[in-house]
């Protein structure tokens, strides 16, 4: 692999987006259901427009007190209402501001449901086709997610994730395990330029993971997250590995 894409999810109140715009390729922004409203949507488009960083909606489920991290089971028309209606806010601003949006990335408890159940998958994507023209799918590698996007005609880009540990079926390691989440940036910044040299992820029990991840996620909730993102920068860069939106 000789390019990556390196994606944050911004847009959620965090402290380092302003920072993290201007290392990462593509911005996964909240689009008022866990976090953000219209003000931060407008503000982080503005922002990754002006610094040419593609723009990604980030919808999940609208339990802000949980951050959208606790698994929900909702009526399907009241999912469906949900996630169209917070990529409609996301375009509607994205349009207003003279940007496009290019892709979906599901959050949290929503996005790790999708991995699992194909049905979970099928009703979220179905449920913004037609919002904008051509919009791509960001979806974790090895999951339902990708089969379902794929077969619903979508165009996928498969992502894996920087900071966070995975199980040895190539799904993340619920946030409540020891260990669920990384910190290191150095040690991150070496599973990046893994994963671009040979297509592969370290398991939490040692087991190595195939992928044909294209883009890597760096949480920008996280304390480190800045720091991490310059780091996986740097070594990737160092390794001969472009950084470039795929959209």
């Known amino acids: 692999m000789t390019k990556l894409d ?20 593509s911005a996964s922004i909240a689009c008022g259901g866990h976090a953000g409203d219209d003000e931060t949507m407008r503000r982080t488009v503005r922002a990754a427009r002006d610094r040419g960083v593609a723009i990604g909606a980030h919808p999940g489920f609208a339990d802000r007190e949980n951050f959208g991290r606790r698994r929900l089971v909702l009526p399907p028309d009241e999912l469906d209402a949900q996630l169209r209606g917070q990529v409609r806010s996301l375009v509607e601003i994205a349009e207003a501001e003279g940007a496009t949006v290019r892709y979906l990335k599901l959050h949290g408890a929503l996005a790790n449901m999708a991995a699992e159940e194909p049905a979970v998958a099928a009703l979220c994507f179905a449920s913004v086709t037609g919002l904008v023209p051509d919009l791509a799918i ?9 089969e379902v996007a794929e077969t619903m005609g979508y165009a996928v880009v ?11 079926n190539g799904l993340l390691v619920p946030r409540s395990a020891p260990g669920a989440v990384l910190h290191d940036p150095a040690d991150i910044a070496g599973r990046a330029v893994r994963l671009a040299r040979a297509g592969e992820l370290l ?45």
Do not use: K, W
């Open 203 to 247: 398991a939490i029990d040692g087991s190595v993971i195939r992928t044909a991840s294209r883009s890597l996620c760096i949480h920008g909730d996280t304390a480190e997250a800045v720091a991490i993102a310059r780091a996986v920068r740097q070594a990737l860069e160092d390794a001969g590995i472009g950084i470039a939106s795929p959209y």
């Open 6 to 25: 390196l994606n944050a999810d911004l847009g959620e109140g965090m402290p380092g987006d302003e920072d993290l715009l201007g290392i990462v390729s």
């Open 158 to 168: 498969r992502e894996a994730y920087a900071d966070r540990a995975y199980l040895p």
């Open 138 to 146: 960001l979806a974790i590698d090895n999951s339902a997610q990708v």
